[in-house]
């Protein structure tokens, strides 16, 4: 199971890359393992500012559908709109070309709550 020391996580099996003040998205490699083969990915909050923790999206796979939550509040600025004809980016590439979606923060002091590298292999056993 690859977990890239470079990266934040959430408990909800999400990555986060911090630069500056945008976060890139993404399911970790444990996530879509969990999942299966994805089929979907629906994200329709682009330009909405949300909570942190509100869903932001879904990721459907052939068993089940998954809401995905926002790790940090802030204007979801973009979509990676590959993922429309190529859902299975998240499985083959999870941290790169299956990115989701890129968030300008609005809360700095949030980052702290987010998981680092060894706080997220111990939650996943790892």
């Given amino acids: 199971m690859n977990i890239p020391s470079d990266l934040k996580y959430t408990k909800d099996h999400e990555w986060v890359r911090i630069e500056g003040d945008i976060a890139t998205v993404g ?28 869903v932001f999206g879904s990721v459907e796979a052939v068993k089940t559908v998954s809401d995905l939550f926002l790790p940090l ?20 590439d999870p941290y790169g070309e299956g990115w989701m979606i890129k968030i300008k923060f609005s809360n700095p002091e949030e980052v702290d709550s987010l998981l680092d590298e060894a706080a997220y292999k111990e939650l996943v056993g790892a």
Avoid: C, M
């Fill in 27 to 54: 399911v970790t490699d444990f996530a879509q393992g969990e999942l299966g083969d994805i089929v979907y990915v629906e994200v329709e909050t682009v330009d909405e500012t949300l909570e942190i923790e509100e």
């Fill in 73 to 92: 509040s802030g204007e979801i600025i973009e979509f990676n709109s590959s993922l429309e004809s190529e859902p299975e980016k998240v499985n083959s």
